[in-house]
C-alpha cells in the first residue's frame, strides 16, 4: 500500500500513521511556522503560530493529526495575516526592545516577523515591568522578551531532570517562575551547560559575556531567512 | 508562623490527603486555612514534604484567584461581579463597605483584618447581591447586612459565630417537571439499573438519546460506550460541578436540593463504564455545599449505594471524593478539570486524545455536568424511550434554565426542551425586555425579535444561564463586563486568548471611558475573528460572542461611546502629564492636553 | 503629459535621537533624484517650524512628552499619508525603556538627587513641554498609514520604502532589508 498523502496549498505531502500536520510537512521539506513547537518535544500548541486552515476550522498544524486527503492551508494571505496578528500581540504583550536585545539576528520571534512583513506591532504596548535576573555567574535572564512558549520549562524537567523553571499566575499576569524560594536563578541547581540553556527562541535566556561574539549583521536569520533556517536539513545549524 | 510550625502544619495536611502530588491543590486549599494566606516558606515546606520542584507548588498557587502567595485580610470579602449583581447594587454596596470600613477595593486594611475586592460570578444571580467571606457564600445583599458585616468584622468575631441566616442560601425552584418532582428514594434508579445489567443499561441510554447538560450537548451514551471500551482495567467518573458560566446556578440547586439524584447519577455512569472510582469537582464558591455533600455521601455508604458490592452486585465497587476547585472558570473545560483534578494548573489539554481514553491520570474518564447525571436516574426509573417522548427531536428531555435579571420571579425553571424564550420571559414574569442573554457569558445575546427562538441543542443551546435585560439596560456595558471577566479567567495558555482578550477588554474600557473611534470598532471586530478562529479551547473562542452578538443587535450602544473623530488614543493624555504636573507644581494651560486635538472636537 | 507636480514632504524627530534623519541622508546620490520628486516643509533639514499641508509625513521617534503630542496632531492633521519611522516611532524604542520607572521619581533623580544639585527644583517653566507618564509609540496617539522598521532603517531601506510612495506604489520592506535593529 502506498503512504497516504494530504495536500498542503495544493501540494501533496506524504505521512505516516499518527503524525502531526506540522511534522509531516517539515519532513517533506515544507515550512509551517512554528515558535512554541521543537522537534525533541511533543506538541505543545500555545503559540498558534503554525496555525493552519482544514476544512474551514482554523487549527494547530503542530497538534493536528494528518488525514488522508485533508486540504491544509497554510502560506496564504489569510493564514498569514492572522499569524501576523498573532505576533502582533507578542510584542505588545512584552518588552521586544530588538536594537538592545543580544539575541537580535538570532530571535525566532523577530525572524518570523521579517518573514511574515509585520512592520508594525499595532496594538497597543502593554509595557509590563519586568526586572531581569542577573544573579547567576553564566546565564542572564530577560524575563521581557518570554513569549511562555515553556521550551525551557520542557528542556529543564525533561531532559535535565531539574525543574528548573515553570509558569505561575494566569491570563495576561502569567509569568516564567524560578525554582527557588528566592525567585533567584542562582539559587537554583541551574547550570550554563543545560539543555535549557539553549533552547530559547527569544531572548530570556542569555549566556553572559558572548552576547556580541557574533557581529550584528552576521547572525543566524542575517544570514537566511527563518522559513529556510527551520527546515530539518538546517535544524544543527541554529 | 515560623517554618517549623509550617512543617508541623503541612505533615497534617499531607497525613489527611496521603501525600499524592494529585492533591496538591487540595493541600493548598487545606494550608491555606491558618493564616488566609500562602507565604513562600509554606510553599517551601510543602513542595519539599511532597518532593515537588518548588516552582511547580508555586505555579499551581499562581493559577487559582482563591489561592493567595500575597497577604490578604483576616476577613477576605470577595463581592460578585456578574452584571446581574451590578444591576442588583452591588457597586454600591461594596462601595458602602469599603466606606465603612476605611479601606479601598483591593487593599489590606492596615491592621490585616480585612481586604474586598470583586470576584467572578458567585452563581447566585437569583438572590443577588452576593459575597463570599473566606469562600463562604452571603446572599441577598442589602444596606443592613453590609452594616451587620461590617459590624461583625470590627468584633472580630470568627466566622462560625456570625449568625447563621446570613449564610442560608434560598432554592428558588419556580417551574418543576421531571426532574425536579422526582420523588425517588435513594437507591431507587440504581435498583432498576442493576437488574438490568450493565448492558442493557447503556442501552437504555442510548435509547433515551440524552445529551450533556453543561452545554456542548455531546450524546452522553457515546460518552459512556467510548469510555467502558477504551482499554484499561481502571475507569473514572467525574461529575464537573464548577458551574463557573456567569448567570448559572441550576448545579448550586441541584446538589443542594437533589443531591441524591446526582450522586446516584455518577454511580449509574460507573455501573455503565466499569468505574470504581469517582470525583465531584466542586467550585470553590460553592464551598459551604460541602458539608451537606459529604453528609449524603457518608449516608449513601452506609445505606450501601457507595462502597463495595453496590445494591448487591458483586464487583460493583464504587465511591466518590469532592475536589474542590478554588476560582478558575476555565476549570468547567473538561481537560482543564482533569488537569485542575490531578492537582496542576487548570490549563486545557490537546485533543485529541479524549478523557474518554485519556482523562484523569491517564486512565479513560467520563465528564458529565451535574444535571446530566441527574437525568440519569429518571432514565433508570422510567426507561429511555419514557425520557425521549419529551423534548424535541436533537433534544430529549427537559432543561433547567438559571433565570436572572430584570424579571419578578428569578431562581430554577425545568422546561421541556423547545421551550421558547418568549414562554420562558412570561412564566418569570418579565416585561420590556430589551434582551436576553442565554448559556452565560459565552452564550448567545438574543434580541426581541428573536424571542420566538427555542431552548434546544438545535437552536438555542444552553447550559442553563437565563439573564434579563429590560429597556433600562446597557447592553454595551453588558458586553463589557463579559469580555473582563474573560480576561480574567483566561488561563493564559495560548496567545490569542492571552492577550486577546486584554486587548477587547482594553478598547471597551476605552468606549466605556468615552473614548473610542470608529477605529476601535475595526479593531474589536478583528480581535472578534481572531479570538473565534486561533483560540485553544472554548473560553477564547467564546469570548468575543458578547461582542460580535452586540455589535450586530446592540450597535448604537456601542457607537454611542464614540467620540467624533476617526482616531482617538487609548490612554489619557491629560492623565499622562498629571505625575509631571506634580512633581514641577504646574498647571498652566501647557501643562494639560486634550484628548482629541482642538480642531476635531 | 504635463510634468507631475513635486509631492511636498515634511520630516520631524520627536522623542528619537536624530538617526533616522541621519539615514535619509544616507541615501547618498539619490538625494539628487529625490529632490527633483519632492519639496519640503517642515524638517529638520529647512528648519521650518509649522508644517503646510502635505503629501507625505516621515515621523522619527515616539511620544515622550507633550510637545511631541501636537506636532504629530499637526503632522496628522496635514499630511495625507503619515509614515512612521523607524524603532521609536514604531514602538517607543530606546526612550520607552523608561517606562517602568515612575516619571516623577526620573525628573527628582535628574533634577535633585544629583551631587551640586541638592536643592534645586524641577524646573516648572511654562515653555518646557511636560514628560507623559510613559513614552508611547506614535500609532497610539495618532492614525498611522505605514510603518518604516529599523534602528534605524538602512539609507537603501529607506530610498526603496520613498520610491514606493513616490511611484504610488504600496511600500512593502522584505527581507532582507527589514530590520528591528
Known amino acids: 500500500m502506498s503512504q497516504p498523502t494530504f495536500l498542503l496549498d495544493g501540494q501533496s505531502v506524504p505521512f505516516d500513521d499518527g503524525q502531526m500536520i506540522l511534522e509531516a510537512a517539515r519532513a517533506a521539506g515544507r515550512y509551517i511556522p512554528h515558535l512554541c513547537w521543537h522537534p525533541d518535544f511533543p506538541p505543545h500548541g500555545s503559540c498558534k503560530l503554525c496555525v493552519v486552515k482544514v476544512a474551514g476550522r482554523h487549527v494547530s498544524a503542530c497538534a493536528t493529526p494528518a488525514r488522508a486527503g485533508a486540504e491544509v492551508e497554510s502560506d496564504t494571505p489569510e493564514i498569514n495575516t492572522e499569524r501576523r496578528t498573532l505576533l502582533q500581540m507578542l510584542f505588545v504583550e512584552g518588552n521586544h526592545f530588538c536594537p538592545a536585545c543580544e539575541k537580535s539576528g538570532d530571535c525566532q520571534l523577530q525572524a518570523m516577523a521579517y518573514d511574515l512583513e509585520m512592520t508594525t506591532p499595532r496594538f497597543r504596548h502593554f509595557f509590563p515591568d ?7 555567574p553564566e546565564v542572564l535572564l530577560d524575563f521581557n522578551r518570554c513569549i511562555y512558549c515553556e521550551l525551557c520549562v520542557r528542556a529543564s524537567r525533561e531532559q535535565d531532570g531539574k525543574a528548573v523553571f515553570a509558569l505561575t499566575g494566569r491570563g495576561i499576569n502569567k509569568k516564567l517562575a524560578v525554582n527557588a524560594e528566592s525567585g533567584r536563578l542562582a539559587d537554583t541547581d541551574f547550570a550554563a551547560n543545560d539543555k535549557a540553556a539553549h533552547i530559547c527562541p527569544v531572548g530570556v535566556i542569555l549566556k553572559k559575556r558572548v552576547g556580541f561574539a557574533v557581529p550584528i549583521g552576521e547572525r543566524t536569520y542575517d544570514r537566511a531567512p527563518l522559513h529556510e533556517v527551520a527546515l530539518p536539513k538546517l535544524e544543527g545549524d541554529t | ?6 512543617n508541623a502544619r503541612v505533615d497534617d495536611v499531607l497525613k489527611r490527603f496521603g501525600g499524592r502530588p494529585e492533591h496538591l491543590l487540595q493541600m493548598l486549599i487545606a494550608l491555606q486555612e491558618t493564616e488566609n494566606w500562602l507565604p513562600p516558606e509554606a510553599l517551601t515546606a510543602l513542595a519539599s514534604a511532597l518532593k515537588l520542584p518548588r516552582a511547580r507548588v508555586e505555579g499551581v498557587v499562581g493559577f487559582y484567584s482563591f489561592l493567595h502567595a500575597q497577604p490578604v485580610g483576616q476577613y477576605r470579602l470577595l463581592f460578585s461581579d456578574n452584571i446581574i449583581d451590578r444591576m442588583l447594587g452591588s457597586e454600591a454596596l461594596m462601595a458602602r463597605l469599603c466606606h465603612s470600613l476605611w479601606l479601598a477595593p483591593g487593599q489590606v486594611s492596615e491592621d490585616g483584618l480585612v481586604s474586598v475586592d470583586v470576584t467572578s460570578c458567585t452563581g447566585l444571580g437569583d438572590q443577588g447581591p452576593a459575597m463570599l467571606v473566606n469562600g463562604r457564600a452571603i446572599a441577598a445583599l442589602n444596606e443592613d447586612r453590609i452594616d451587620i458585616i461590617c459590624e461583625l468584622i470590627r468584633q472580630k468575631l470568627a466566622l462560625d459565630a456570625w449568625p447563621a441566616e446570613l449564610f442560608e442560601l434560598e432554592n428558588t425552584i419556580h417551574q418543576r ?14 435498583q432498576a439499573a442493576i437488574a438490568m445489567g450493565r448492558d442493557a443499561w447503556l442501552s437504555q441510554v442510548q435509547v433515551s438519546r440524552l445529551r450533556g447538560r453543561g452545554g456542548a450537548g455531546f450524546t452522553t451514551a457515546v460518552k459512556w460506550l467510548a469510555c467502558r471500551d477504551a482499554p484499561a482495567t481502571e475507569k473514572i467518573v467525574v461529575c464537573n460541578a464548577d458551574e463557573g458560566e456567569p448567570g448559572t446556578f441550576k448545579d448550586r440547586v441541584l446538589l443542594n436540593a437533589h443531591a441524591d439524584l446526582v450522586f446516584e447519577g455518577m454511580t449509574l455512569a460507573a455501573w455503565a463504564v466499569g468505574a470504581r472510582r469517582g470525583f465531584l469537582y466542586l467550585r470553590g464558591e460553592y464551598l459551604n455545599l460541602r458539608p451537606a455533600l459529604e453528609a449524603t455521601l457518608a449516608r449513601r455508604r452506609a445505606e450501601g449505594w457507595l462502597g463495595a458490592s453496590i445494591g448487591g452486585a458483586a464487583g460493583f465497587d464504587f465511591d466518590i471524593e469532592i475536589h474542590l476547585g478554588a476560582g478558575a472558570y476555565v476549570c468547567g473545560e473538561e481537560t482543564a478539570l482533569l488537569e485542575s483534578l490531578e492537582g496542576k494548573r487548570g490549563t486545557p489539554r490537546i485533543r485529541p486524545p479524549f478523557p474518554v481514553t485519556h482523562g484523569y491520570l ?14 440519569c436516574c429518571l432514565i433508570a426509573l422510567n426507561g429511555g424511550a419514557a425520557f425521549a417522548a419529551t423534548g424535541t427531536a436533537q433534544s430529549a428531555g427537559t432543561k433547567l434554565l438559571s433565570v436572572s435579571g430584570d424579571c419578578e420571579r428569578p431562581g430554577i425553571y425545568e422546561f421541556p426542551f423547545g421551550v421558547t424564550v418568549r414562554q420562558v420571559l412570561d412564566a418569570c414574569g418579565a416585561t420590556d425586555t430589551l434582551a436576553v442573554q442565554v448559556g452565560g457569558a459565552a452564550g448567545i445575546t438574543l434580541a426581541p425579535y428573536e424571542f420566538g427562538r427555542r431552548v434546544a441543542f438545535e437552536d438555542v443551546p444552553t447550559a442553563g444561564a437565563f439573564m434579563v435585560f429590560n429597556d433600562t439596560r446597557d447592553m454595551f456595558e453588558v458586553a463589557h463586563n463579559f469580555v473582563r471577566f474573560f480576561a480574567h479567567e483566561s488561563c493564559g495558555f495560548c496567545t490569542p486568548c492571552r492577550v486577546g482578550t486584554s486587548l477587547l477588554a482594553g478598547t471597551l474600557d476605552k468606549l466605556a471611558e468615552g473614548k473610542g473611534s470608529p477605529a476601535d470598532l475595526l479593531e474589536i471586530e478583528d480581535l472578534d475573528r481572531l479570538l473565534k478562529q486561533a483560540s485553544h479551547c472554548g473560553l477564547g473562542s467564546a469570548a468575543p460572542n458578547p461582542v460580535i452578538d452586540g455589535l450586530q443587535k446592540f450597535r448604537p450602544a456601542y457607537e454611542r461611546h464614540l467620540m467624533h473623530a476617526d482616531f482617538s488614543p487609548a490612554f489619557d493624555l491629560d492623565g499622562a502629564l498629571r505625575r509631571a504636573r506634580q512633581i514641577t507644581g504646574r498647571d498652566d494651560a501647557g501643562a494639560h492636553l486634550p484628548q482629541q486635538p482642538e480642531a476635531s472636537r | 503629459m504635463s510634468t507631475p507636480r513635486k509631492l511636498r514632504v515634511a520630516t520631524v524627530s520627536l522623542a528619537g535621537c536624530f538617526g ?25 533639514l529647512t528648519d521650518l517650524k509649522t ?10 521617534g515616539g511620544v515622550c512628552n507633550s510637545e511631541n503630542v501636537h506636532v504629530l496632531r499637526e503632522f496628522r492633521a496635514q499630511c495625507k499619508t503619515l509614515v ?3 524603532a521609536c516611532a514604531i514602538n517607543g524604542g530606546l526612550p520607552a525603556q523608561r517606562n517602568h520607572l515612575d516619571v516623577g521619581q526620573c525628573l527628582s533623580a535628574v533634577f535633585q538627587s544629583r551631587p551640586g544639585m541638592d536643592t534645586a527644583e524641577v524646573p516648572d517653566d511654562p515653555e518646557l513641554p511636560l514628560p507623559l507618564d510613559k513614552v508611547h509609540p506614535i500609532h497610539e496617539v495618532v492614525r498611522v498609514d505605514y510603518f518604516l522598521p529599523g534602528c534605524p532603517p538602512s539609507g537603501e531601506a529607506i530610498w526603496q520604502f520613498i520610491s514606493d510612495l513616490l511611484a504610488g506604489r504600496t511600500p512593502r520592506v522584505s527581507y532582507p532589508l527589514l530590520h528591528f535593529d
Open chain 2, 177 to 190: 417537571d421531571a426532574l425536579l418532582s422526582c420523588a425517588a428514594q435513594p437507591g431507587d434508579a440504581l
Open chain 3, 84 to 86: 512612521a519611522m523607524g
Open chain 3, 20 to 44: 533616522c534623519h541621519m539615514s535619509l541622508l544616507d541615501i547618498d546620490e539619490h538625494v539628487f533624484a529625490l529632490l527633483d520628486k519632492v519639496e519640503l516643509d517642515r524638517s529638520p
Open chain 2, 362 to 375: 491517564g486512565l479513560p474518564t467520563v465528564v458529565n455536568n451535574v444535571e446530566t447525571l441527574a437525568k
Open chain 3, 51 to 60: 508644517c503646510g499641508p502635505c503629501d507625505i509625513g516621515l515621523v522619527e
Open chain 1, 130 to 136: 519586568r526586572p531581569v535576573d542577573a544573579s547567576h
Open chain 2, 1 to 6: 508562623m515560623a517554618l517549623g510550625a509550617w
